[in-house]
């Protein structure tokens, strides 16, 4: 399966022009470390810069309600404790998911641009002889 892959890519860069070829190789698929510094590049970066920041945040507001939560005596101090760590916790959750799901979103992208150019490429060779 990946030979045929690789031989697929091979006749895909064959027919298409360097400028083409060029941007071909800049879709190939990334790594973890790629897709996420994938995401501050773009017209949006601000929004993942203002996430991040946010995270931290809400991070630092779960270990000091986690702090408080052990110090306290009573049990109405512990829930209140409790349910904001809790609600802390879950906000990082939640903005971690939505960094994850930006990376699947620029996957995805990047692989319609890769079908757009090779239907491109598909149908200069069908025009091409005639």
Known sequence: MKNNLEEIDQLIKETLTKEEAKFYEELEEQNVLQMLTGLFQGKNKW???MMNFMTLVFFGLFVYC???FFKVETTNELIKW???GL???IGVSMLKVF???QMDKN???REIKRLEIQ???LSSKIDGPN
């Open 87 to 89: 609600v802390f916790l």
């Open 99 to 101: 960094a994850w799901m």
């Open 119 to 121: 239907v491109s490429s």
């Open 107 to 109: 996957a995805l992208l």
């Open 66 to 68: 986690t702090v408080n």
């Open 47 to 49: 929004i993942m810069y």
């Open 82 to 84: 409790g349910v904001g």
